[in-house]
């Protein structure tokens, strides 16, 4: 199986920045698309930004200007560098990665969610 595992989270003022990580471990052949989404409290999840194995990105309307994805393909581990954070970005952030993994059969395509890490931006 495969599992994905999210760090970086926490508590900054309006204006900071805050860094996540987003590794992923176990029987992995490759990792197409993976992404960030933000669940904030009453709201519906949504998409933050996506990147391709190849670094085409896809981010939403309200982070673009300050939020960058990347990501190193060797340690399947993607970040999410977030500078000027808004009120308005506190939400739990969840990781969320295509995969093929080995199967005793052969391989197989998957998605997988991290746990999720909590970012709250207040003063």
């Known amino acids: 199986q495969v599992r994905l595992v999210e760090s970086g989270g926490g508590l900054v003022q309006p204006g900071g920045s805050l860094r996540l990580s987003c590794a992923a471990s176990?029987?992995?052949?490759?990792?197409?698309?993976m992404g960030w989404y933000r669940q904030a409290p009453g709201k519906q999840r949504e998409l933050v930004v996506v990147?391709?194995?190849?670094?085409?990105?896809n981010y939403a309307d309200s982070v673009k200007g300050r939020f960058t994805i990347s990501r190193d393909n060797a340690k399947n581990t993607c970040y999410l560098q977030m500078n000027s954070l808004k009120a308005e970005d506190t939400a739990i952030y969840y990781c969320?990665?295509?995969?093929?993994?080995?199967?005793?059969?052969?391989?197989?395509?998957?998605?997988?969610w991290g746990q999720g890490t909590q970012v709250t931006v207040s003063s």
């Open positions: 969320n990665a295509d995969v093929l993994r080995y199967t005793n059969y052969g391989h197989t395509r998957d998605n997988y």
């Open positions: 990147i391709t194995s190849g670094g085409s990105t």
């Open positions: 176990g029987s992995i052949l490759s990792i197409y698309g």
